[in-house]
């Protein structure tokens, strides 16, 4: 028997000893609707915006907290992993997001609903990290690709039938069932759990430094807020200024604190694999490419082409079902050739798939418009989770808590940097376009207007997209 395969089938005996298929189910299910929840309340803005007699701006809260909440939380995780069993997390977890729900359901104000949110965000904010740890600890770095698609497949799928689900229900039932729907779910979830969610890990407990957890709090949150209230405040807004430029500092003398420090919160040393870096660089362009384009998408549908809001998540739809269902075959590619090819070539798709989104105009058809949107989440298929697998193998055991702390925590953070700075341009081409036309009033020039925002936007997610495609050519398989 060759080296490989001793330390193949001694890993794999390590591993017996969990059922992994069952813990791997809990998470799915829990992810499932955690997600599908999270974005099929997006397709109800409007109609809240009716039934409690509130502002664009307010409403716009149910997102920019959820996105604070997790902002705040995730970074601390990498503690709270050290401290807790898997079992007390999970269950804590579940438990959050069914409160969270049950008050969203039965929600008779604004101030209860944003409420719901939070206590939703912070079950999220346990169960993510906790997800991607446990998933390292219980399967072998050799069969993580495959299982990490099948994570892949939830969180595409679910955002994506999200937005058609909701669209269907509030075009026969109140906005109240995308939660009474999401609940028995989530009690499943919970169930399923506790019969078979196992410790993988031992705590370790350790020192608690609460400066370390505010300037945390202070540095992520003041960043993800301003980002987040960017879009409608605008870059010159003193208060997205403050926040961004505290948010700054906050992180700088965060970090700077947990390099002097014998036991430090979130060990940063995790930035010293390259591996580690090179897929968490393409992490974050994936989600600034895709939350920008799920954001911009929908408004030149609702907006440019007039569809209704159950049309528009019909024609998105599509790309959404073929990434999750691709998600699992790109984890098996991954795990036999590596994430090199597959990388290099779902940047170069993602890239020619958002050229095509930057020449759309108000004759564009639907079916550009899902060809389009199938190839971008092809090619995003073929990259998060190969390169972040390939990224959080390189770590050793003791490090996965804060590899994964860190890679949710970005990823929050890039997500609300990559929708404001879409929104500010998609805004900024739209005024720009209206400068130079003789009559502004004029409808069909609105329409043109926003459609050159629209392209604008997309040029932007071009710029990062060939960005991530010159960090791709650094990536290399890490042999665990």
Request: proline residues 4%; contains cysteine; glycine residues 10%.
């Given at each position: 028997?060759n080296?490989?395969a001793q330390?193949?089938?001694?890993?794999?005996e390590e591993?017996?000893?969990?059922k992994?298929?069952?813990?791997i189910?809990?998470?799915?299910?829990?992810?499932?609707i955690g997600?599908f929840?999270?974005?099929a309340l997006n397709?109800a803005?409007?109609t809240?915006?009716?039934?409690?007699?509130?502002h664009?701006?307010t409403v716009?809260w149910?997102?920019?907290?959820?996105?604070?909440?997790?902002?705040?939380?995730?970074?601390?995780s990498?503690?709270i992993?050290?401290?807790?069993?898997?079992r007390q997390?999970f269950?804590?977890s579940?438990?959050?997001?069914?409160i969270g729900?049950f008050?969203?359901a039965?929600?008779?104000?604004?101030s209860f609903?944003?409420?719901a949110?939070?206590?939703?965000?912070?079950g999220?904010?346990?169960m993510l990290?906790?997800?991607f740890n446990?998933i390292?600890l219980i399967v072998?770095?050799?069969?993580?690709g495959?299982i990490?698609g099948?994570?892949?497949?939830?969180?595409?799928?679910?955002p994506a039938?999200?937005?058609?689900l909701?669209?269907l229900?509030?075009?026969?039932?109140?906005?109240?069932?995308?939660?009474?729907?999401?609940l028995p779910v989530l009690?499943?979830?919970l169930?399923f759990?506790?019969?078979?969610?196992q410790?993988?890990?031992?705590p370790?407990?350790?020192k608690i430094d609460?400066?370390?957890?505010?300037?945390?709090?202070?540095g992520?949150?003041g960043?993800?807020?301003?980002f987040?209230?960017?879009g409608d405040?605008?870059?010159?807004?003193s208060?997205?200024i403050?926040a961004?430029?505290?948010?700054?500092?906050?992180?700088?003398?965060?970090?700077?604190?947990?390099?002097?420090?014998?036991?430090p919160m979130?060990?940063?040393?995790?930035?010293k694999?390259p591996?580690?870096?090179v897929?968490?660089?393409?992490v974050?362009?994936?989600?600034?490419?895709?939350l920008?384009s799920?954001?911009?998408?929908?408004?030149?549908?609702?907006?440019?082409l007039a569809?209704?809001?159950?049309?528009?998540g019909l024609?998105l739809?599509?790309g959404?079902?073929?990434?999750?269902?691709?998600?699992?075959?790109?984890?098996?590619l991954?795990?036999k050739?590596?994430p090199?090819?597959?990388?290099?070539?779902?940047i170069?798709?993602v890239t020619?798939s958002l050229?095509?989104f930057?020449t759309?105009?108000?004759?564009?058809?639907?079916?550009?418009?899902i060809?389009m949107?199938i190839?971008?989440?092809?090619?995003?298929?073929?990259?998060?989770?190969?390169?972040?697998?390939?990224?959080?193998n390189?770590?050793p055991?003791?490090?996965?808590?804060d590899?994964?702390?860190i890679?949710?925590t970005?990823?929050q953070?890039?997500?609300?940097?990559?929708t404001?700075?879409?929104?500010?341009?998609?805004s900024?081409?739209?005024?720009k376009?209206?400068?130079n036309v003789?009559?502004?009033?004029?409808?069909l020039n609105k329409l043109?207007?926003?459609?050159s925002?629209?392209q604008?936007?997309f040029?932007f997610?071009i710029?990062?997209?060939i960005?991530g495609l010159?960090v791709?050519?650094?990536i290399?398989?890490?042999?665990?």
């Amino acid at each position: 028997m060759n080296i490989d395969a001793q330390i193949n089938q001694t890993k794999d005996e390590e591993s017996e000893r969990f059922k992994v298929v069952p813990i791997i189910v809990s998470f799915l299910i829990a992810g499932f609707i955690g997600l599908f929840s999270e974005t099929a309340l997006n397709m109800a803005l409007g109609t809240l915006i009716v039934d409690f007699n509130i502002h664009e701006t307010t409403v716009q809260w149910l997102t920019t907290g959820y996105l604070l909440t997790l902002g705040i939380l995730v970074p601390v995780s990498g503690l709270i992993l050290q401290w807790f069993t898997t079992r007390q997390l999970f269950i804590v977890s579940i438990t959050l997001s069914i409160i969270g729900t049950f008050i969203a359901a039965i929600a008779p104000t604004f101030s209860f609903l944003m409420l719901a949110r939070v206590v939703q965000a912070m079950g999220t904010a346990l169960m993510l990290p906790l997800m991607f740890n446990t998933i390292l600890l219980i399967v072998p770095p050799y069969k993580r690709g495959k299982i990490m698609g099948l994570m892949g497949l939830v969180i595409s799928f679910s955002p994506a039938v999200g937005p058609t689900l909701s669209g269907l229900i509030l075009k026969t039932l109140t906005w109240h069932y995308i939660f009474w729907f999401s609940l028995p779910v989530l009690m499943i979830a919970l169930v399923f759990g506790i019969v078979y969610m196992q410790n993988v890990s031992t705590p370790t407990k350790p020192k608690i430094d609460i400066l370390s957890i505010i300037l945390s709090t202070i540095g992520f949150g003041g960043v993800v807020y301003g980002f987040s209230i960017a879009g409608d405040g605008g870059w010159g807004d003193s208060t997205v200024i403050t926040a961004i430029i505290v948010g700054v500092i906050g992180l700088l003398l965060f970090c700077i604190r947990q390099t002097k420090m014998e036991q430090p919160m979130l060990r940063l040393r995790v930035f010293k694999y390259p591996m580690f870096v090179v897929g968490l660089i393409l992490v974050l362009i994936c989600m600034m490419v895709i939350l920008s384009s799920m954001i911009v998408l929908p408004l030149y549908l609702q907006n440019s082409l007039a569809l209704g809001t159950f049309a528009a998540g019909l024609l998105l739809l599509p790309g959404g079902i073929v990434n999750g269902l691709l998600s699992p075959v790109m984890g098996s590619l991954f795990d036999k050739f590596g994430p090199k090819w597959l990388v290099i070539l779902g940047i170069i798709i993602v890239t020619g798939s958002l050229i095509g989104f930057s020449t759309i105009d108000l004759d564009t058809s639907s079916g550009f418009l899902i060809a389009m949107h199938i190839c971008m989440m092809i090619g995003v298929s073929m990259i998060m989770m190969p390169a972040q697998t390939n990224g959080l193998n390189e770590l050793p055991r003791e490090l996965y808590p804060d590899g994964t702390a860190i890679m949710n925590t970005l990823q929050q953070v890039a997500g609300a940097i990559g929708t404001a700075v879409a929104i500010s341009i998609l805004s900024s081409g739209t005024e720009k376009y209206l400068k130079n036309v003789t009559d502004a009033t004029n409808p069909l020039n609105k329409l043109l207007a926003f459609t050159s925002g629209v392209q604008d936007a997309f040029i932007f997610a071009i710029i990062v997209a060939i960005i991530g495609l010159i960090v791709s050519l650094f990536i290399k398989r890490v042999h665990v």
